[in-house]
């Protein structure tokens, strides 16, 4: 188990026309949200951060602002920034995180004029209108469209015979009225716990969960076995991600060292693919097979739900949610729902 971040100044490429600052966000918001960090590890001050990467304090201070911002780290004054997200252990969702739900929509409908009798009956009229829902309605929100439906199909097994799970990418749901109205519709909306606070704030009215990915067995088995000597070609499709391309494949690859990172519209990026002996490509980014010549081994660096998270948090959480629908019925009709017979 990683203990801290692993930043290492080569993971900044400073010729890039890309800015350190986003860089560095990519980098760290994914080792934060992929790695395995303790809640409340203390990270790099920013003095020390900045000395390191032989970057300016003021762009590492707003990196941490963003990651603050994205419900990764918490700063503490005079202590500086932690971890917040915890290890799948045990359920965050229980009794105590449903009694802060409803103390900050108690909290929104005072600011809105909204009485708590008033409340009560929108909440009723709500629980009126699931009645007749078969079973639970799930959203994934995904990235890419062709990953984002294995992750449903991944997920689909989890869920019960009644249950409704469907696609939409982030562009959709920034650029589509109907989308984000079906998912404030929906019981949960589900998307990569470093994405959560980014679609909540594009569907505030949602219930949203932030699930934990890992690097798939099938991404960790085909980088144990790439050859030491082998060049490397690291390749993403979003250019905010290109510093967390070499840490990933050396996690899981230490014996490879010569890796070279770039992004799928880079205009050398012909030249670099003609120049090596493997390639890796991140999710999204899969219009570069075309380019690669037949006997080179190219493969996707794509990620699944991590099992733990899935066990200890995912499983008890829908359990929770049905238990909440369930009630929700037995408040509105008076009496047992047709579940309970």
């Given at each position: 188990?990683?203990?801290?971040?692993?930043?290492?100044?080569?993971?900044?490429?400073?010729?890039?026309?890309v800015p350190?600052?986003?860089?560095?966000?990519?980098?760290?918001?994914?080792?934060?949200?992929?790695?395995?960090?303790?809640?409340?590890?203390?990270?790099?001050?920013?003095?020390?951060?900045?000395?390191?990467?032989?970057?300016?304090?003021?762009?590492?201070?707003?990196?941490?602002?963003?990651?603050?911002?994205?419900g990764?780290?918490?700063?503490?004054?005079?202590?500086g920034?932690?971890?917040?997200?915890?290890?799948?252990?045990?359920?965050?969702?229980?009794?105590?995180?449903?009694?802060?739900?409803?103390?900050?929509?108690?909290?929104?409908?005072?600011?809105?004029?909204?009485?708590?009798?008033?409340?009560?009956?929108?909440?009723?009229?709500?629980?009126?209108?699931?009645?007749?829902?078969?079973?639970?309605?799930?959203?994934?929100?995904?990235v890419?469209?062709?990953?984002?439906?294995?992750?449903?199909?991944?997920?689909?097994?989890?869920?019960?015979?009644?249950?409704?799970?469907?696609?939409?990418?982030?562009?959709?749901?920034?650029?589509?009225?109907?989308?984000?109205?079906?998912?404030?519709?929906?019981?949960?909306?589900?998307?990569?716990?470093?994405?959560?606070?980014?679609?909540?704030?594009?569907?505030?009215?949602?219930?949203?969960?932030?699930?934990?990915?890992?690097?798939?067995d099938?991404?960790?088995?085909?980088?144990?076995?790439?050859?030491?000597?082998?060049?490397v070609?690291?390749?993403?499709?979003?250019?905010?991600?290109?510093?967390?391309?070499?840490p990933?494949v050396?996690?899981?690859?230490?014996?490879?060292?010569?890796?070279?990172?770039?992004?799928?519209?880079?205009?050398?990026?012909?030249?670099?693919?003609?120049?090596?002996?493997?390639?890796?490509?991140?999710?999204?980014?899969?219009?570069?097979?075309?380019?690669?010549?037949?006997?080179?081994?190219?493969?996707?660096?794509?990620?699944?739900?991590?099992?733990?998270?899935?066990?200890?948090?995912?499983?008890?959480?829908?359990?929770?949610?049905?238990?909440?629908?369930?009630?929700?019925?037995?408040?509105?009709?008076?009496?047992?729902?047709?579940?309970?017979?």
């Open positions: 188990m990683n203990t801290e971040l692993d930043i290492d100044p080569s993971f900044i490429d400073k010729s890039l026309p350190v600052g986003r860089q560095l966000y990519g980098l760290m918001s994914y080792q934060l949200s992929h790695f395995d960090l303790p809640k409340g590890t203390k990270l790099p001050s920013v003095r020390r951060l900045a000395s390191t990467l032989g970057i300016a304090q003021v762009t590492v201070a707003q990196v941490y602002a963003e990651l603050r911002d994205a990764l780290v918490e700063m503490r004054k005079g202590s920034a932690y971890t917040r997200l915890a290890l799948p252990q045990e359920s965050d969702h229980g009794v105590t995180a449903l009694r802060t739900d409803i103390d900050l929509l108690l909290s929104k409908a005072e600011r809105k004029g909204v009485s708590p009798m008033s409340l009560v009956a929108m909440v009723n009229a709500q629980a009126q209108l699931r009645r007749s829902r078969p079973g639970l309605s799930v959203i994934f929100v995904g890419f469209p062709g990953p984002g439906e294995d992750y449903v199909r991944e997920l689909s097994p989890l869920l019960s015979p009644r249950d409704r799970i469907s696609l939409v990418t982030l562009d959709q749901l920034r650029m589509e009225e109907e989308t984000r109205r079906a998912c404030v519709e929906a019981d949960v909306v589900v998307t990569f716990v470093h994405r959560e606070t980014e679609v909540e704030h594009l569907v505030p009215d949602a219930n949203v969960y932030g699930l934990r990915f890992i690097p798939s099938a991404t960790r088995a085909a980088l144990a076995r790439l050859d030491p000597r082998a060049r070609a690291a390749i993403t499709q979003l250019q905010d991600y290109i510093a967390i391309m070499k990933s050396q996690r899981y690859a230490p014996h490879v060292s010569d890796i070279r990172v770039s992004w799928s519209q880079a205009p050398d990026l012909d030249a670099l693919i003609a120049g090596s002996d493997a390639v890796i490509y991140a999710s999204g980014a899969d219009h570069v097979l075309r380019r690669v010549r037949p006997g080179v081994p190219c493969f996707e660096y794509r990620h699944s739900a991590d099992p733990a998270a899935l066990e200890a948090e995912f499983l008890p959480y829908l359990a929770e949610l049905r238990e909440r629908q369930k009630a929700a019925l037995k408040l509105v009709s008076g009496g047992p729902t047709s579940s309970d017979n």
